[in-house]
């Protein structure tokens, strides 16, 4: 009887999980199929971009900072009992622009501005504004699922970028100016060893890849939340999870297209 | 429609954007080492191309004067055949030597060319007759050994 009752469960949890993928799947295509309007009325994509965007810079550059400074510090402390000090330039610019700046960009926008999207339309769910926009023959996907969806991957190669690029500042500033890394091998052996198509446009396509991953799950979970205070909880939650673990094996599948021996 | 603080915001969001994307690609990448400019194609073969690899510079003097396109073996005669394109602006002799080198240490490899006297330049599709082949570390500390151990007789 128990083990009955637990296969059961066990039946109903994949039969749920399949559901929901379907479903998540035909939100995605309508959300796709429903983005003229954020583009004709580009203006409500642009709210977007100020609150998933514009809010999320100053944790995007103090973070990209920190991590370039670490960076500085950890790979000359690794490269000074090689002897190649002047290494660090690279080494610095080409962990930050390959997968640390997509990657960690991606996991701060995702709890930064992912978990506020969730968040925003469980409670416009719960508060029954969704239902009121079908009453009034808006459609709320075009209206509030597209622009988000749009907004989202627009920023995210931008703070991407700004974090790898605040990264390489970092790194500088701990590795020139503090350690006195000679400045000449710094930038030279830099520009030597990233390539702009190899390193610099894969860390766009993978940030882009984030941006869209992040903010599609984000935007789901909101729209599939029960509506109730515990649901918008849980939805916010299953978001930052998800959106963690979704960017993480999506980076690992992406690097090996990208770098394969190469 | 009039314009708001919203946008000014979006707007300096974009522009730091882009700017740091260009401060990537041009201060942090080799972009600016890219050449527009047209370029001819030169072959070389090597018996050993070591840790060579695609886009590996190729230098005359030091000065970049072009890439290496493509690596391959050459069945015919089982040695690397090496295709770089060289800027239309550098023109070398027909009897130039192409070397590969390594910068540093631990560097990465390049080709240095180092240019004879003939009075005729390669043309497109040419092909480097004096090359040397990358300098395997192996060979190096095995060639020592032997040498080191005559000696001692």
């Known amino acids: ?262 | 429609m009039e314009r708001t603080t919203l946008d000014l915001w979006v707007g300096v969001f974009v522009v730091a954007g882009i700017a740091a994307l260009v401060v990537l690609a041009l201060k942090v990448g080799n972009l600016s080492t890219y050449n527009v400019s047209e370029s001819y194609q030169l072959q070389a073969h090597f018996t050993n191309v070591g840790g060579l690899k695609p886009t590996a510079s190729v230098r005359s003097a030091g000065v970049l004067v072009g890439r290496v396109v493509s690596i391959v073996l050459d069945t015919s005669n089982y040695d690397a055949k090496v295709t770089m394109s060289i800027d239309k602006r550098y023109q070398f002799p027909k009897d130039t030597f192409a070397n590969i080198l390594t910068s540093g240490l631990l560097g990465e490899q390049y080709i240095g060319l180092i240019p004879g006297g003939d009075d005729k330049m390669l043309q497109n599709g040419e092909e480097f007759k004096k090359t040397q082949s990358a300098v395997v570390l192996e060979d190096l500390i095995g060639k020592f050994l032997y040498n080191s151990s005559d000696a001692k007789k």
């Open chain 1, 1 to 262: 009887m128990n083990i009955v009752g637990g296969l059961k469960g066990i039946g109903r949890r994949v039969v749920n999980a399949v559901w929901r993928t379907g479903y998540g799947a035909r939100f995605f295509l309508m959300t796709l199929l429903y983005s003229g309007m954020s583009f004709r009325r580009f203006r409500l994509t642009m709210r977007e971009i100020f609150f998933s965007g514009v809010m999320s810079l100053i944790i995007i550059l103090v973070a990209g900072m920190f991590v370039g400074m670490v960076l500085g510090l950890q790979g000359y402390e690794t490269l000074k009992r090689y002897g190649s000090e002047s290494a660090l330039g690279s080494l610095v610019a080409l962990s930050l622009v390959r997968e640390l700046g997509p990657v960690l960009a991606a996991l701060l926008f995702a709890s930064r501005a992912g978990s506020a999207m969730t968040a925003e339309i469980g409670l416009m769910k719960a508060t029954e504004q969704i239902d009121a926009m079908e009453l009034m023959a808006v459609n709320p996907i075009a209206r509030v699922v597209a622009p988000r969806f749009w907004a989202g991957v627009i920023s995210m190669p931008l703070l991407a970028a700004l974090f790898s690029a605040m990264g390489v500042f970092g790194g500088y500033v701990v590795g020139v100016v503090n350690i006195g890394v000679d400045e000449g091998s710094f930038w030279s052996q830099m520009q030597a060893s990233v390539d702009f198509q190899h390193d610099i446009l894969n860390g766009v396509i993978k940030s882009l890849v984030f941006g869209l991953a992040v903010t599609a799950i984000a935007l789901f979970e909101g729209y599939d939340a029960p509506p109730t205070a515990e649901g918008v909880s849980g939805a916010t939650t299953r978001t930052v999870v998800e959106s963690s673990l979704a960017i993480l094996m999506l980076d690992f599948i992406l690097t090996a297209f990208m770098f394969q021996g190469a």
